[in-house]
């Protein structure tokens, strides 16, 4: 990938927004105030960042909030001005800090397609040449002269994307889009991202998502008070955000002292009746799951926890489960350890989409969390045998016509 | 994979036009005719309502010039003259209004596009604009109706359109980029276009006002505009501005001040845009 050539490189961007303690943003306060000038706070946002990325790579850049990620997703969409450094590109970007900013519900879906698609980068002519593949893939093509506010918000959501699918930047800067909409919506859009990639498209993608940046990513950066810490491989970079995160509050990660709990992902999966491992579950065959974590560092009391959601995100059920211990063994998982648990799920799911996510807590509190993973498996339930809601449950229940009864 | 080297280009960050003329053009065009089509294809009665508002405070106008003031009794067509100069104003007026809270309107798509920030005041000139356009339709025929026959200065019109037009750009330009940091302009520029409203010879001719206020008048960069209109479209004997403001010398301030309030937009625009995103 490194032969590519480079298509985003930035040097030494720096970002101070001045925060003002006491506002000033009227005409009266000036007056009253002419010497308020400097009472602002100085946040520095960036400290002077540095990367390359090159063509054809799905870049990630990941921090916790407040990072400066997002303002540099933004300087680098020409949203906010850098106050030092330089940022070179070549192609015809697209920024989508949001899915569907510029929508004027008063219009029709066919007017949006061209507006948006024009303030993407394309031409007049060309987003009007568009708008059908975009009606296509977004499959709205019923409802193209209905006006926007009559949109579903899934409607909305499917359109937006459609649009930001077919603009066809060189390179996509992507800010959590996939924050919205549903597991599958989610998906959606990492398969074509995928697909942009191979077809010699640049994505760089900001998020704290770090199942996203594991499997999806070539390189990922982390940054953290507006400063790189880390550039490279996902994994790692993954790791050290979740030690930035599970360190508490303190600014420095590696410090001594701080506690690290990570735990990796080394498998995961469903099996079938046989033990054979399987993508999808038919309904009412028991669900066969079998996951691997390794422990980065010691894990003290480690607690599993598994949540089965539906397509709309909802959850369904879950289970907790502890480690199982020979008498006298400490409840704990030493570095290096790996727990597998695995076993059958009693399964009572309606056909559909299913998505699991996991966490694993220590010290048994639910809020000191080592590793949260959205969609750990994702599968589907198939069958023939649909129903109201997300589970079947027997119910032992009789409909007879009561005799004796009977109202002249 | 690995194509020939490619072409780095600077990111400059926002701009009044950042991503590209045409983009911007596309964008402008774009928006002022939907929204155009939005007021006037959105609801049943969409154009009449806004025909009515200037023919309403014109008839309003009317009455109280010629019933109670009789200001225009003694000036021919002041009928006419009156819708005209309403219309023309209202142009103004309405741009101006909008465009004060135009980019704070457009927040969303400020702060989270690569949006050329100029196309927002811009596509509020240009959608009134397309008003004024239709508004003029009927004033024409108005003016044929009460018997001004066309004349060849009518030609000349479009050079004061044009002069109309600039000023409200840069006007809108103003307030729009200065609003976001002071929400005071809001209320400034309410009762500063109304004392424009007044300081420029919409109501009345300027033969009525005194030797001395004339000269106050006479530095408002509309007030020669409005002038000239009446004198090539409506009443050929009416004063031009030269004779009106007591000698061409006198031309020369508001000149100056409307080359002035266009460098200051252009000035204070470029100064603000990078920032906008910023600010809100």
Same mark, same amino acid.
């Given at each position: 990938?490194?032969?590519?050539?480079?298509?985003?490189?930035?040097?030494?961007?720096?970002? &101070?927004?001045?925060?003002?303690?006491?506002?000033?943003?009227?005409?009266?306060?000036?007056?009253?105030?002419?010497?308020?000038?400097?009472?602002?706070?100085?946040?520095?946002?960036?400290?002077?960042?540095?990367?390359?990325?090159?063509?054809?790579?799905?870049?990630?850049?990941?921090?916790?909030?407040?990072?400066?990620?997002?303002?540099?997703?933004?300087?680098? *969409?020409?949203?906010?001005?850098?106050?030092?450094?330089?940022?070179?590109?070549?192609?015809?970007?697209?920024?989508?800090?949001?899915?569907?900013?510029?929508?004027?519900?008063?219009?029709?879906?066919?007017?949006?397609?061209?507006?948006?698609?024009?303030?993407?980068?394309?031409?007049?002519?060309?987003?009007?040449?568009?708008?059908?593949?975009?009606?296509?893939?977004?499959?709205?093509?019923?409802?193209?002269?209905?006006?926007?506010?009559?949109?579903?918000?899934?409607?909305?959501?499917?359109?937006?994307?459609?649009?930001?699918?077919?603009?066809?930047?060189?390179?996509?800067?992507?800010?959590?889009?996939?924050?919205?909409?549903?597991?599958?919506?989610?998906?959606?859009?990492?398969?074509?991202?995928?697909?942009?990639?191979? &077809?010699?498209?640049?994505?760089?993608?900001?998020?704290?998502?770090?199942?996203?940046?594991?499997?999806?990513?070539?390189?990922?950066?982390?940054?953290?008070?507006?400063?790189?810490?880390?550039?490279?491989?996902?994994?790692?970079?993954?790791?050290?955000?979740?030690?930035?995160?599970?360190?508490?509050?303190?600014?420095?990660?590696?410090?001594?002292?701080?506690?690290?709990?990570?735990?990796?992902?080394?498998?995961?999966?469903?099996?079938?009746?046989?033990?054979?491992?399987?993508?999808?579950?038919?309904?009412?065959?028991?669900?066969?799951?079998?996951?691997?974590?390794?422990?980065?560092?010691?894990?003290?009391?480690?607690?599993?926890?598994?949540?089965?959601?539906?397509?709309?995100?909802?959850?369904?059920?879950?289970?907790?489960?502890?480690?199982?211990?020979?008498?006298?063994?400490?409840?704990?998982?030493?570095?290096?350890?790996?727990?597998?648990? *695995?076993? &059958?799920?009693?399964?009572?799911?309606?056909?559909?989409?299913?998505?699991?996510?996991?966490?694993?807590?220590?010290?048994?509190?639910?809020?000191?969390?080592?590793?949260?993973?959205?969609?750990?498996?994702?599968?589907?339930?198939?069958?023939?045998?649909?129903?109201?809601?997300?589970?079947?449950?027997?119910?032992?229940?009789?409909?007879?016509?009561?005799?004796?009864?009977?109202?002249? | 994979?690995?194509?020939?080297?490619?072409?780095?280009?600077?990111?400059?960050?926002?701009?009044?036009?950042?991503?590209?003329?045409?983009?911007?053009?596309?964008?402008?065009?774009?928006?002022?005719?939907?929204?155009?089509?939005?007021?006037?294809?959105?609801? $049943?009665?969409?154009?009449?309502?806004?025909?009515?508002?200037?023919?309403?405070?014109?008839?309003?106008?009317?009455?109280?010039?010629?019933?109670?003031?009789?200001?225009?009794?003694?000036?021919?067509?002041?009928?006419?003259?009156?819708?005209?100069?309403?219309?023309?104003?209202?142009?103004?007026?309405?741009?101006?209004?909008?465009?004060?809270?135009?980019?704070?309107?457009?927040?969303?798509?400020?702060?989270?596009?690569?949006?050329?920030?100029?196309?927002?005041?811009?596509?509020?000139?240009?959608?009134?604009?397309?008003?004024?356009?239709?508004?003029? $339709?009927?004033?024409?025929?108005?003016?044929?109706?009460?018997?001004?026959?066309?004349?060849?200065?009518?030609?000349?019109?479009?050079?004061?359109?044009?002069?109309?037009?600039?000023?409200?750009?840069?006007?809108?330009?103003?307030?729009?980029?200065?609003?976001?940091?002071?929400?005071?302009?809001?209320?400034?520029?309410?009762?500063?276009?109304? $004392?424009?409203?007044?300081?420029?010879?919409?109501?009345?001719?300027?033969? $009525?006002?005194?030797?001395?206020?004339?000269?106050?008048?006479?530095?408002?960069?509309?007030?020669?505009?409005?002038?000239?209109?009446?004198?090539?479209?409506?009443?050929?004997?009416?004063?031009?501005?030269?004779?009106?403001?007591?000698?061409?010398?006198?031309?020369?301030?508001?000149?100056?001040?409307?080359?002035?309030?266009?460098?200051?937009?252009?000035?204070?625009?470029?100064?603000?845009?990078?920032?906008?995103?910023?600010?809100?």
């Amino acid at each position: 990938m490194s032969s590519a050539p480079v298509v985003i490189e930035v040097r030494g961007v720096e970002k &101070t927004f001045r925060v003002a303690r006491h506002r000033v943003d009227s005409f009266k306060e000036r007056a009253l105030h002419p010497l308020a000038h400097g009472d602002y706070r100085e946040l520095h946002a960036l400290r002077g960042i540095d990367f390359d990325v090159h063509k054809g790579e799905f870049f990630g850049i990941v921090g916790r909030n407040g990072s400066g990620k997002s303002t540099l997703l933004k300087i680098m *969409s020409s949203i906010y001005r850098a106050d030092g450094g330089r940022i070179r590109m070549a192609g015809r970007l697209a920024p989508f800090i949001e899915l569907g900013v510029g929508f004027n519900p008063e219009l029709t879906s066919r007017e949006n397609i061209v507006l948006n698609g024009v303030m993407m980068g394309l031409g007049r002519r060309e987003a009007q040449r568009r708008t059908d593949a975009v009606l296509d893939f977004a499959e709205l093509r019923d409802f193209v002269d209905l006006r926007l506010k009559n949109y579903s918000s899934g409607m909305m959501v499917r359109l937006a994307f459609a649009v930001m699918v077919e603009a066809d930047a060189d390179i996509m800067l992507v800010d959590e889009v996939l924050a919205v909409g549903d597991a599958s919506f989610a998906q959606k859009c990492m398969d074509v991202f995928r697909e942009k990639r191979r &077809t010699g498209r640049t994505v760089v993608l900001v998020t704290h998502d770090m199942t996203a940046v594991q499997s999806f990513c070539d390189r990922a950066m982390l940054i953290h008070d507006g400063e790189r810490r880390y550039i490279g491989d996902p994994e790692e970079t993954a790791l050290r955000y979740y030690r930035l995160n599970f360190a508490g509050d303190s600014a420095n990660g590696s410090g001594p002292g701080v506690l690290d709990v990570n735990v990796r992902i080394v498998d995961a999966g469903l099996r079938n009746a046989a033990g054979e491992a399987v993508e999808n579950v038919e309904q009412g065959e028991p669900i066969g799951i079998e996951v691997v974590f390794e422990a980065r560092h010691d894990l003290e009391d480690p607690v599993f926890g598994f949540h089965f959601l539906n397509a709309d995100g909802e959850t369904v059920f879950g289970f907790n489960e502890n480690l199982k211990l020979r008498p006298g063994e400490p409840n704990r998982l030493a570095a290096g350890q790996r727990a597998r648990i *695995s076993g &059958t799920v009693e399964n009572r799911l309606l056909p559909g989409r299913y998505v699991v996510n996991s966490w694993i807590s220590r010290n048994r509190t639910q809020g000191d969390l080592a590793l949260h993973v959205v969609r750990l498996l994702d599968f589907v339930v198939y069958g023939t045998r649909p129903g109201p809601g997300s589970v079947s449950m027997n119910a032992d229940v009789a409909a007879e016509i009561e005799t004796g009864v009977r109202l002249p | 994979m690995s194509d020939a080297p490619i072409e780095l280009r600077d990111v400059r960050g926002p701009s009044a036009l950042g991503g590209g003329w045409r983009r911007a053009l596309d964008l402008l065009y774009l928006i002022s005719i939907t929204e155009f089509k939005r007021t006037y294809f959105g609801t $049943v009665l969409g154009y009449l309502w806004s025909l009515a508002r200037p023919l309403m405070l014109f008839g309003v106008l009317l009455v109280v010039f010629t019933q109670v003031f009789r200001v225009g009794s003694q000036v021919p067509h002041y009928p006419v003259l009156l819708l005209f100069n309403v219309v023309l104003f209202g142009f103004f007026q309405e741009a101006t209004a909008t465009a004060v809270t135009s980019i704070v309107n457009q927040e969303a798509v400020v702060r989270k596009t690569q949006f050329p920030r100029l196309v927002i005041p811009l596509a509020v000139v240009l959608t009134s604009l397309f008003n004024l356009g239709l508004n003029l $339709v009927v004033v024409f025929v108005f003016i044929l109706a009460f018997g001004v026959g066309p004349m060849w200065t009518w030609l000349l019109f479009p050079v004061l359109l044009a002069l109309l037009i600039t000023i409200t750009v840069a006007v809108s330009m103003i307030v729009a980029s200065l609003y976001p940091r002071f929400r005071d302009m809001a209320i400034i520029w309410t009762v500063l276009s109304t $004392v424009l409203f007044y300081g420029t010879p919409v109501l009345y001719p300027i033969t $009525v006002v005194p030797e001395t206020l004339r000269h106050i008048i006479a530095l408002n960069p509309l007030a020669p505009l409005f002038e000239l209109a009446r004198k090539w479209v409506i009443d050929p004997n009416a004063p031009g501005p030269a004779a009106a403001a007591g000698g061409a010398v006198w031309l020369i301030f508001p000149a100056l001040i409307f080359v002035a309030v266009c460098v200051l937009a252009v000035w204070v625009f470029s100064r603000e845009a990078p920032r906008i995103a910023e600010e809100l």
